[in-house]
């Protein structure tokens, strides 16, 4: 059994912890897979937050500070999101068999930028995941904090258009 996150401690249920609850138990809590694990959990959360990192070092029961120092040291983790709302496309195998690159293609072009880039009017960074473990599902997204399996190439592009809408209203 994995840690509860705070986020279900307080009733709501997020799916992307349970991702990474499979992940860590398919890896045996074991403290060796620890940059697995924070590669695992980028993928699906987008960046690694205190509460993040502090959850997998319960997990793999670690000391937070060496999860943290981990997470500092290699620059291909991030620990602050960058556009307001992160759109993560699984590009693992499954996923790509079913689409998922179709998908890439059509994101970048509506959101005139690449994947590992955010759009220039701040809202939406798109991120690839290797499998994020819902491969029955694919193609997955994971779109800020909700789980979506069987993605289309025209769900994809009306999310990320509500998402880029909301933050235009907003800013008004
Ligand atoms: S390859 Fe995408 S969930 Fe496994």
Sequence with gaps: MVAQSKKADQGKIDNRYKLLDRAITKHHNSGYALIEILHVAQGIFGYLDNELLYYIANALK???????????????????PQGKHTFVLCTGTACYVKGANEIQRALEQECKCSFGETTSDGSVSLISARCVGSCGLAPVAVIDDKVYGKMTVDEALQRVRELRETEKERNV
């Design 62 to 80: 670690l000391p937070p500070s060496r999860v943290y120092g981990v997470a500092t040291f290699y620059h291909f983790f991030r620990l602050k």
